[in-house]
C-alpha cells in the first residue's frame, strides 16, 4: 500500500497548480531567458520565491524553485545581460507584491 500512496502523493504535487520553475545552466535548456532587474520600476514581472508548491495560483509571480528539471512547469536561465532576455524580473520580499507590471509578456509564462 505504501508505494500507491507515495504515488499519489508525487502526482499530485506534480499537476498542483503552482508556478515550478527550474534555473538551466545553458540557455539552449530553457523555455525562456530571464534577467533580474536592479529597480521593481525596470522589471515586466515581481516575483516572489515561495516554499511550498501549493503556496502559489497560476501566473501570478509566485515561483517555486524544483530540484530537478522533470518537476518544472517552466525551465528559465538567467541571463548575464538585459537584452540577452525575454523577460525581466525583480525579486520582491513580501508575497502580496508579487505580479505582472507589463501584462503583454504575460503569455511567456503559459
Known sequence: M??????ILCLTATFSD?????STQYGNQADL????????????????????A?????????WYFVEYVNQAEKKVFFAEYANQ???KIFFVKYKNQ???R???????LY
Do not use: M
Open 98 to 100: 508579487a505580479g505582472w
Open 54 to 62: 501549493n503556496q502559489a495560483k497560476g501566473n501570478e509571480g509566485l
Open 85 to 87: 532576455s525575454d523577460l
Open 18 to 22: 503552482a508556478q515550478s520553475v527550474f
Open 33 to 52: 531567458s530571464v534577467f533580474v532587474v536592479d529597480y521593481e520600476n525596470q522589471c515586466d514581472l515581481k516575483v516572489f520565491k515561495i516554499d511550498y
Open 2 to 7: 505504501r508505494p500507491l500512496t507515495a504515488f
Open 102 to 108: 507589463d501584462k503583454t509578456k504575460q503569455h511567456l
